[in-house]
């Protein structure tokens, strides 16, 4: 699964400064300012934090969105709410028949830039986080879906999305082994490649993309607690290596 991620502007930024748009880029940067400052090292989705996604109706600059897809369908703020926490992910293999995602499937795919994510492997009746990223530094690129609800009661639009997952490759099946799962799981990641397709191809070509990793793509190593009376909250700390003596796996 992945519920838990890295990101700051410039790996968000990555595919807008691709396309070299660079005047649009700091009308944008001005125009978010406040909320652009804001560095994540660690974010977890059931905070529901606003992030920048692409999505096909503008490829090249990002919007802002909620994280934690909420379906244009749903009624009024109380079903918002209950629905909120489950749509946090979305299990590539369905969503295109699950009623939560099976519209944005189709027509409202996106893409989501971090530097990196976290995943709890589980040993000795404990829990212990590791956080994944790229061997070569790059920004991951994340496969996921978007809509636009509108609140009656207040008349605001509201962006939000959801991060699709799939089988696990080979690094993430050794770190991600939740006992309450039948199979580990990992978010979808695209290439530079692949993620153009991913936002405007057919249903056809992106369920085709809707596979693990390349196994060598990724690296990953324990990190201090990221929830209880330890946790090290949105710090550097977050990321930096921590070695736990009684673990004897090492990714």
């Given amino acids: 699964m992945c519920y838990d991620i890295k990101t700051k502007v410039e790996a968000a930024l990555k595919r807008a400064r691709h396309y070299g748009n660079e005047e649009a880029i700091q009308m944008l940067i001005e125009q978010f300012r406040p909320f652009l400052e804001e560095e ?137 082994n939740t006992p309450k799962l039948n199979e580990a799981r990992m978010p979808l990641i695209l290439s530079e490649e692949e993620a153009d397709k991913w936002l405007n191809g057919t249903v056809a070509e992106a369920k085709a993309m809707i596979q693990p990793a390349t196994d060598g793509l990724l690296k990953a190593h324990t990190v201090r607690r990221l929830r209880g009376k330890e946790a090290v909250g949105n710090s550097p700390e977050a990321i930096e290596e921590f070695v736990y003596p009684e673990l004897k796996f090492r990714a």
């Fill in 40 to 176: 994540f090292f660690h974010v977890s989705g059931f905070q529901h934090p606003k992030m920048l996604i692409y999505t096909s109706e503008n490829f090249e600059l990002p919007a802002i969105a909620s994280w934690g897809l909420i379906p244009f369908w749903v009624k009024n703020e109380q079903q918002q709410l209950d629905i909120w926490n489950k749509t946090i992910n979305a299990r590539g293999e369905s969503i295109f028949e699950k009623p939560s995602f099976r519209t944005s499937a189709k027509s409202k795919r996106c893409l989501v830039y971090i530097d990196g994510f976290f995943e709890h492997h589980h040993f000795g009746g404990k829990t212990y986080p590791f956080y994944i990223q790229r061997v070569d530094g790059e920004p991951i690129i994340l496969g996921g879906l978007w809509d636009e609800w509108t609140n009656k009661a207040t008349g605001e639009v509201v962006n939000s999305f959801t991060i699709v997952t799939t089988k696990a490759n080979t690094l993430m099946k050794k770190i991600h």
